[in-house]
């Protein structure tokens, strides 16, 4: 046995930190997980989680108007904002707990505080020092808001949960997933929501026509779009604050929501004591095995820049454990994982874009379903859903699967069951569907999509 203190010592108690603390303690090594802010790292705190209870929340006042078509004579109660951040916190607190007592349960010792490394074997918390044999980054990820006059009064996602009162005008400068959700969010909760992107079109990375319906069904739903516009400053004026942009125009908001980008969270790590590389956009560089350039250090997670998904954490944590404790090489596959955006409708996908998959594969069959899902009929919501499946012609796999609608996230866990065991689209039209349900679409699209 080493005369280290630790055979491991991980900084960042979130998803995936916890996952390789968890897993390596079962295997038999000594572990030790420091933290500074709270257990369950992000996606408990101030992400997945509570974000996922707004949009619920959020949810319920357009199902309130829903009910008048199905005989509910309802009408939309008032919302109460402190009530559900309330219960939100006593949720989170007992997530927290959770997280603590399964590091314990497997006799991991928990740390409170900032580990801070001070050489290739020693982490130093507050005015305590720990010798380790390996020492395991998973840091996650910190909002960027960029400096202009006025950012103080900006906000981010690490506030927006907690805030003292419901802002009934809200602007969102961003377009990505973040940015997003909280638009819908805040829009079906009641606020008057305006949301800004600099380019021309928002979630970039995804395919191009769930982009261009994403825009369509947002700004029906009430949301105010604005593209191709940034903020220029920020100033307290005689009712809240009036955020000026770049063409000139004066918008009043009682808060400004910050979702522009998040960067890997390093400050105060101490990697100026070590030769730690990273890459040209800030994250650590690592091997696939999440090995730095330093080899007793080791990261993974947000803060190495792969997809930036709880999941991936997850596998990842579970990975590095398995090959430095358990003896089992099985690396991460980064290919086909799913993911959703959780505006409204829902945006899932998973595989390759129409766009990635003809610079990959050539030749590409695309097809399409514009649809309105059958619980607005009675309901009388104009949403329109959308399905795209995108098909290898050459072999006839399907490489690409993407919808906007109700559910989206939860069909496409199942979609990506398939696309991983390499599902062909004759197989997908062999499939006899669940009637009736959205899903069902995926498996009745029988004609190619040719363009107008």
Known sequence: ???????LFVIGAGSGGVRAARMAAAAGARVAIVEDRYMGGTCVNVGCVPKKLYVYASE????????????WDSTRPPFDWHVLRDNKRVEIARLNGIYRDLLQGVDARVIDGRGRILDDHTVAVADSRYSTDRILIATGGWPHVP??????????SNEVFDLEHFPRRLLIV????????????????????????????????FDADIRAHAAREIARSGVDLRFEVNVESIARGADGLDVTLTDGTVVEAD????ATGRKPHLEG??????????????TVEVD??????VPSIFALGDVVGHMELTPVALAEGMAFARKQFGDRDQPVDYDFIPT???????????????????????????YKSTFRPMKHTLGGREEQAFMKLVVDTASDRVVGVHMMGPDAGEIMQGIAIALRAGATKAQFDSTIGIHPTSAEEFVTMREPWTEA
């Open 288 to 293: 696939r095995d999440f090995r730095t350039s």
């Open 269 to 282: 790590l101490g990697l100026e004591n070590v030769d730690v590389a990273l890459t040209d956009s800030g």
């Open 255 to 258: 808060t400004v929501l910050y």
């Open 1 to 7: 046995m080493s005369e280290r203190d630790f055979d």
């Open 174 to 205: 961003g377009g990505g997933y973040i940015a997003v959700e909280f638009a819908g969010i805040f829009n079906g909760l009641g606020a008057r929501v305006t949301q800004l992107y600099r380019g021309p079109l928002f979630l970039r990375g």
């Open 340 to 366: 959703a955006v959780f505006c409204q409708p829902n945006i899932g996908t998973v595989g390759f874009t129409e766009e990635a998959a003809r610079a990959e594969f050539g030749d590409v069959t695309l």
């Open 60 to 71: 319920f006042g357009k199902a309130f108007e829903d009910a008048r078509g199905f005989g």
């Open 147 to 156: 400096a202009f006059p006025g950012s103080d009064l900006a906000i981010t």
